[in-house]
């Protein structure tokens, strides 16, 4: 433009003020010429004028016009290097055009209006040397049939130099190098151009529209082929691209609906944007390794197209690059590392396999690919986003072999007919909602690898269950996986009551937190033996679970890994299990079966908790510690074995296990929490291990069918409501503390060692009266002292229930059990002191151990003298005439016998009320039956008759006789 106008510029410094004008003939024509320079013998063709009274040509003239290159005044022969301004304007009966290889330029509206769109002409421009310039318009609204070009145009971008409409036929001279912009855009009457081999520029949108050209033949000269060279050519049939083109720039082909086939040059580089747009007849196309790139929509809409090849040196395939192609298959490039936005939208693809550096593909990329089948994201360390790249299409299948980045839409997301999903051993991230909404979704494989396959939280607030919309019903999983998630949510991997197979490799070594919680329709699992732990809750709720194989290698069982699997009916814990966490088999209502492995050291909290079917328990010597309701509720627990290395029974441990019978506390526990076994009513048997300190509340509370206990020395501690059913408590020491209602309803009290009760409590401590003992000795009707330095004074003053006593102790002190309802009392004894058992109206055996009489006073039995007629004393073979020798107490027994005392240990057995009736019978020892018919007399137990009538009876203990039968009776 600026070499232009500096000619221009030049041009009119040399034109004289006055310049002359001079006419010239040639072939028939006379036209007057204007010098330019008289001393380069230059001139022009006289230009026009133009003004307020409009434009009169410097020319008139009609016909053939054909302008010399050199004219004479007569005088001097001139050079003829320009056409004037409006020179021939408006001189519309030109026929055809001849201008010379002389003409440099040709002024603006030169030969504008000079032809009626009727009258076609032939423009003719001759070679020459350098390039002719043309300014504006002056070819305005002419019309040419035919065009000799002979040289390069000049002229201002985005004109339109010469119309080119109508051209029909066109022939470009060797002496054309370029064919410039827009030039033969629209020449929609050309149907064939031959390039000369001189040209070596197609510029831009040189034969744009040119709808009717089906021929062009272009040289190897050309190097460049401008942006929309041949845009629009629909008649295009074909075309071949030298090897000497680099770049196929935009749109150059674009539009060409008829172009069929096509062949890219080995060393084009890049193919520009929207460079075969369109072309809607084009097969097939194959691109050279020499291309890395390929623009935006250069062959979008190319709906014939079904066949490309794609070199591999490609790296970048930009937005809508084949978009709404025939392709029915691809094979993209290995190096690719970028597909654009809607590259391959709307292809005919059936399966895709994307390359292994392919690092981004752009949303919608293969929108709408709806016979799309299968995927493959190809093995690679470098991950991978997507955003929406696969909407609308119908894959089944996909292998997704790397990472998977955050995005908004992953490349599976909302894949409703895809339904199995293999992920490669180097995929090490995909983020959650990967799989959203992908309905049909039954297989997923997690091949083997050694990389931890992490499971990721999305970006933004929201939070996605990963296979939450999928109804996964087999899963293979090869490694390990971790999940990240905000602290207040669990991240659940597989939550579908569909799962159905479920199996590991031997990379995994753990099971996730959550993992397969409620998969209910889970059958069935094998723990490969590399796993060494079990996550929380892993396979909580798989109500369908029946079997389960734990692997050799599994070291902790974690909270509720097993929770309420009811269908599960047996599990073996192997031997390198050395924890089972709180409530890992919580609920699981099937569970008959439990085999502890060796090394387990703590079954923790609630571990077993209803179980309601566990038939036995055998807790083996490994485990120290059985936490708080581990196996509260199994109720069809009949059995347990507990270690000898257990150290306590938890709190509420063996709750409601109402099956259970019997259970042997090992000797290493120390304590029995609160309720530990509350609520087993059909437990009979309890033997406590000689180490156990402390019993807490609630221990064997409702334990109905417990009648007795032997509490071992070392008890230092009872809580309240210990042994609230014990009828029979053995004390082979002295307790510390127990606590208010330890126990209730005890009908026989044996203390093994009374002296440590006496050391214990500064005087005998046995549960009758002393109210700091919280024993309800209302109730006991026999008591064992063995053995006692001393029995203290009033140490079981008035406890009315007392039937049988033994006693085996030095001395009985003053009062000791005044004014009881002993019937039958066994002694072994040096000395009974005042009043021992004074007014003890029902005593009628007295058996006696010691050869020697006990030393006693007349005072000891006092009150009992009335009835020693009907009383017995037992006396060691051959110790009779001793005893009688003591008038007083021993020589008043109506009867004495020598006995070997073979048969003591049974006769002071308790005999138990079950609580039918408001009276307990406490004992009956009398050869006659009672008979409610005949008359009866009621005493209290001091010996005072109250009454003949049982309903008139205040609530309290009586003597009821009839003849020689007596029985005591309580009023309830």
Wanted: include cysteine; charge should be negative.
């Amino acid at each position: 433009m600026k070499t232009r106008l500096m000619f221009l510029l030049m041009l009119f410094i040399t034109i004289p003020v006055s310049a002359k004008n001079f006419n010239y003939t040639h072939e028939g024509q006379t036209l007057t010429y204007t010098v330019i320079d008289e001393r380069e013998k230059t001139c022009m063709v006289k230009p026009g004028e133009t003004g307020w009274w409009g434009t009169t040509p410097g020319n008139a003239v009609s016909g053939s016009l054909e302008i010399p290159s050199s004219v004479s005044d007569g005088s001097s022969t001139y050079t003829v290097i320009r056409l004037g301004e409006y020179s021939f304007y408006g001189c519309s009966d030109i026929t055809s055009i001849t201008i010379p290889g002389s003409v440099t330029s040709i002024g603006k509206y030169c030969f504008f209006r000079s032809i009626n769109n009727e009258n076609l002409t032939v423009l003719t421009i001759e070679d020459g040397v350098g390039t002719l310039m043309l300014e504006d318009a002056c070819f305005g609204n002419v019309f040419f049939s035919k065009l000799y070009l002979g040289r390069n145009l000049d002229y201002e971008t985005g004109q339109r130099p010469i119309p080119s409409t109508f051209i029909t036929s066109l022939t470009i001279s060797n002496s054309v190098n370029i064919i410039g912009p827009e030039l033969f855009k629209g020449a929609r009457s050309l149907t064939s151009v031959k390039i000369p081999d001189s040209v070596v520029t197609i510029d831009t949108s040189a034969f744009e529209s040119c709808s009717s050209l089906s021929y062009i033949e272009i040289p190897a000269s050309v190097t460049i082929i401008g942006s929309s060279a041949f845009k629009g050519c629909s008649g295009l049939t074909s075309v071949e691209i030298p090897n000497s083109v680099t770049i196929i720039n935009p749109s150059v082909f674009e539009g060409c609906s008829s172009l069929s086939a096509v062949k890219i040059p080995d060393f084009v580089t890049a193919i520009g944007s929207s460079a075969f747009k369109d072309c809607s007849s084009l097969t097939s196309v194959e691109i050279p390794n020499s291309v890395t790139e390929i623009g935006s929509s250069a062959f979008e809409g190319c709906s014939s197209l079904n066949s490309v090849i794609l070199s591999n040196s490609i790296t970048y395939i930009a937005e809508n690059a084949f978009k709404g192609c025939a392709l029915n298959s691809l094979t993209l490039p290995e190096n690719i590392e970028t597909i654009g936005i809607g590259a391959f939208r709307g292809c005919n693809l059936t399966s895709l396999t994307i390359p292994g550096k392919v690092n981004i593909i752009g949303s919608d990329a293969f929108a709408d690919c709806e016979n799309l089948k299968e995927l493959i994201l190809e093995d690679s360390t470098n991950g991978i986003i997507c955003w929406g790249s696969f909407e609308n299409c119908h894959i089944e299948t996909a292998y997704i072999g790397r990472d998977i980045h955050d995005t908004n839409r992953s490349p599976l997301y909302n894949q409703k007919y895809l339904t199995s999903v293999t992920i490669g051993n180097l995929a090490c991230s995909i983020t959650s909602g990967a799989f959203d909404g992908c309905t049909s979704l039954k297989e997923l494989r997690i091949l083997d690898g050694t990389e931890t396959l992490r499971l990721e939280h999305g970006m933004g607030g929201a939070f996605h269950l990963i296979f939450a919309d999928n109804p996964l019903e087999t899963v293979y999983i090869g490694r390990n996986l971790s999940y990240t998630t905000p602290n207040f949510r669990s991240p659940f991997y597989f939550v579908s009551n569909t799962l159905k197979e479920l199996s590991f490799s031997n990379y995994v070594t753990w099971i996730n937190d959550y993992a397969f919680r409620q998969c209910s329709e889970l059958t069935s699992i094998e723990i490969p033996n590399s796993v060494t732990e079990i996550g929380i809750s892993a396979f909580d709720g798989c109500t369908g679970l029946t079997s389960i194989t734990l692997g050799n290698s599994v070291i902790s069982i974690n909270e509720a890994a097993f929770r309420n699997c009811s269908g599960l009916t047996s599990i073996e814990i192997p031997n390198s299990v050395t924890e089972i966490g709180i409530s890992a088999f919580e609920d699981c209502a099937g569970l008959a079966s439990v085999i502890l492995g060796n090394s387990v050291t703590c079954v923790n909290d609630h571990a077993f908790e209803a179980c309601s079917v566990l038939g036995s328990i055998e807790i083996p010597n490994s485990v120290t510690e059985i936490g708080m309701s581990a196996f509260k509720g199994c109720t069809g627990l009949v059995s347990i074995t507990l270690g000898n290395s257990v150290t306590s029974i938890k709190e509420a441990t063996f709750s409601g296990c109402s099956g259970l019978t019997s259970v042997q506390i090992p000797n290493s526990a120390t304590s029995i929490g609160s309720s530990a076994f509350n609520g087993c009513s059909r437990l009979a048997s309890v033997t406590l291990g000689t180490s156990i300190e402390f019993i807490d509340f609630y221990a064997f509370k409702d334990c109905n069918a417990l009648s007795s206990i032997i509490i071992p020395k070392s008890v230092a501690t009872i809580g309240s409501d210990a042994f609230p059913t014990i009828k029979d408590v053995t004390f082979e020491g002295a307790p510390e503390t127990i606590c208010a209602d330890a126990f209730n309803h005890v009908v026989l009290l044996h203390i093994n060692n009374a002296n440590d009760w006496c050391n214990v409590y500064n005087e005998l401590g046995v549960p009758m009266s002393n109210a700091d003992l919280y024993i309800d000795g209302s109730q006991v009707k026999n008591l064992v002292l063995n053995p006692a330095s001393k029995i203290v004074n009033n140490g079981c003053y008035s406890c009315l229930a007392l039937d049988k006593v033994r006693i085996k102790a030095d001395e009985i002190k003053d009062y000791a059990f005044y004014e009881t309802a002993i019937s039958a009392l066994c002694l072994d004894v040096k000395k009974i002191g005042s009043w021992a058992f004074a007014y003890g109206g029902n005593l009628k055996e007295v058996y006696s151990m010691t050869p020697e009489p006990p030393v006693a006073d007349g005072s000891s039995f006092e009150a009992a003298y009335a009835h020693f007629y009907e009383m017995t004393l037992y006396v060691p073979k051959g110790s009779m005439d001793e005893y009688r020798k003591h008038e007083y107490p021993w020589g008043q027994f109506g009867r004495i016998i020598e006995t070997d005392f073979t048969d003591i240990d049974e006769m002071f057995k308790a005999d138990y009320d079950d609580g039918s009736s408001g009276i307990e019978d406490v004992t009956i020892n009398s050869p006659e039956t009672f008979n409610s018919d005949k008359p009866y007399d009621i005493y209290t137990l001091n010996g005072v008759r109250v009454g003949n009538d049982i309903d008139s009876l205040s609530p309290g203990f009586y003597i009821v006789r009839q003849g020689n039968y007596m029985k005591k009776i309580a009023v309830r």
